[in-house]
């Protein structure tokens, strides 16, 4: 195993949590990076399982102390990943997957060029309110203003989309799970320089979602996002 870094961003509501945890079922020896936020936990989340809900003079004193690979305020709270998880994962020669947003993203990207940044977008703005309503109205805390400023977010994130080397659009749910899957496959095989136990279906998937030379599918959903 190479201990490849993965990194996922998407809008809130893309249905980035549901893809990784669909991922992670599908393939082995991926970590999932758990990050540290100062928000607090949301129906039933657990502290040390999605986030380690933390206080914002301890988040402070891990940036006073270089603790993190990255970290950004987003939505008013503090997200950061531990530079310790990348370390245990090369220890053990696992890969990592990062789910962080999109400034966070461009500061990995920056000190490891060589990470493998995915971003994740819902097929159009109204599908992304749809998903944003029924997620919160599961937690039963819909807050207009939040949802508002949810929407105003994802068509600001969206403008980083090319400087990610995959972006893969999560319409149906399974066609997004098998493109995400094969792009994991195809960049350990490229990292192996083992192209050749690569499935041509595997190697075709995965550069269909280089946004290098964009797919119709991603270029008509940007395309919904620009419209006013
Ligand atoms: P994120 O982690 O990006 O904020 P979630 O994974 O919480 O998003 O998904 C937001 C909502 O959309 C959830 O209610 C989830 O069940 C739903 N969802 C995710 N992917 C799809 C999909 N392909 N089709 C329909 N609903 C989806
Ligand atoms: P949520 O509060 O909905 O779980 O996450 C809000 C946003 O914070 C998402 O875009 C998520 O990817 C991002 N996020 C989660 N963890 C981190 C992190 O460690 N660093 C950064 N920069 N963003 C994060």
């Known amino acids: ?16 949590s549901t893809l990784v945890s669909q991922l992670l079922t599908l393939v082995e020896g991926i ?32 940036v006073a102390e270089d603790e993190f690979l990255e970290w950004a305020e987003v939505f008013g709270n503090f997200y950061g990943t531990a530079a310790s998880a990348l370390a245990h994962a090369r220890e053990q020669g696992r890969d990592l997957l990062l789910d962080i947003d999109v400034q966070g993203a ?14 994740i977008l819902p097929p159009s703005p109204e599908v992304l309110e749809m998903r944003l309503r029924n997620r919160s109205q599961a937690e ?12 105003a977010e994802a068509r600001e994130e969206l403008k980083q989309l090319p400087d990610y080397r995959y972006a893969l659009v999560n319409d149906v749910l399974d ?8 792009i994991v496959i195809t960049e350990r095989a490229i990292a192996a320089e083992d192209r050749q136990r690569l499935s041509e279906s595997d190697s075709v998937t995965a550069a ?18 620009r419209q006013p």
């Open 1 to 16: 195993m190479a201990g490849i870094l993965f990194i996922i961003s998407a809008p809130s509501g893309s249905g980035k």
């Open 31 to 62: 970590d999932f990076s758990i990050s540290y936020t100062t928000r607090a936990p949301r129906g039933s989340e657990q502290d040390g399982r999605e986030y380690h809900f933390t206080t914002r003079d301890e988040f402070l004193r891990m």
């Open 106 to 119: 461009l500061q990995v990207m920056k000190k490891l060029p060589e990470a493998v940044s995915i971003f």
């Open 140 to 151: 039963r805390m819909t807050i207009e203003s939040i949802i508002e400023r949810r929407l």
């Open 175 to 182: 066609q997004a799970v098998t493109e995400l899957r094969a």
């Open 208 to 225: 269909s979602c280089r946004t290098a030379t964009p797919s119709s599918r991603l270029e008509t959903a940007l395309a919904t996002f």
